[in-house]
Nanobody, 124 residues
Framework: QVLLVESGGGSVQTGGSLRLSCAAS????????LAWFRQAPGKERDFVGA????????YYGESVKGRFSISRDNAKNTVTLQLNSLKPEDTAVYYC?????????????????WGQGTQVTVSS
């Protein structure tokens, strides 16, 4: 069992940046592939990006590629999502998730553990 808690959300203007963090407790994060998803009001929860257990490989959704980046610190049991060049369509609740899969899955069903989410709002 692993407990995930996100932080760092907030409100920014178009073109701004935010840094989201996800801290884990219960088990070491080095056992898990980690991902970020987001959900806008009335929409499905979409894949943002994922990072493998070692932090050596990442994978991003097309809509955020080149603007967002994921990193992890297994010693501190944290994963971070850096959001740059933000757009109003990036407004959503952002969730971190952990999976026991070895590969980098992009589907919600592959992730066993979820945080409670943190709100990101981008105004034009």
């Amino acid at each position: 069992q692993v407990l995930l808690v996100e932080s760092g959300g907030g409100s920014v203007q178009t073109g701004g940046s935010l840094r989201l963090s996800c801290a884990a407790s219960g088990r070491t994060l080095r056992l898990y592939a980690l991902a970020w998803f987001r959900q806008a009001p009335g929409k499905e929860r979409d894949f943002v990006g994922a990072i493998d257990r070692s932090g050596g490989s990442t994978y991003y959704g097309e809509s955020v590629k080149g603007r967002f980046s994921i990193s992890r610190d297994n010693a501190k049991n944290t994963v971070t999502l850096q959001l740059n060049s933000l757009k109003p369509e990036d407004t959503a609740v952002y969730y971190c998730a952990a999976s026991t899969r070895v590969e980098l899955p992009a589907t919600r069903g592959a992730y066993q553990y979820w945080g409670q989410g943190t709100q990101v709002t981008v105004s034009s």
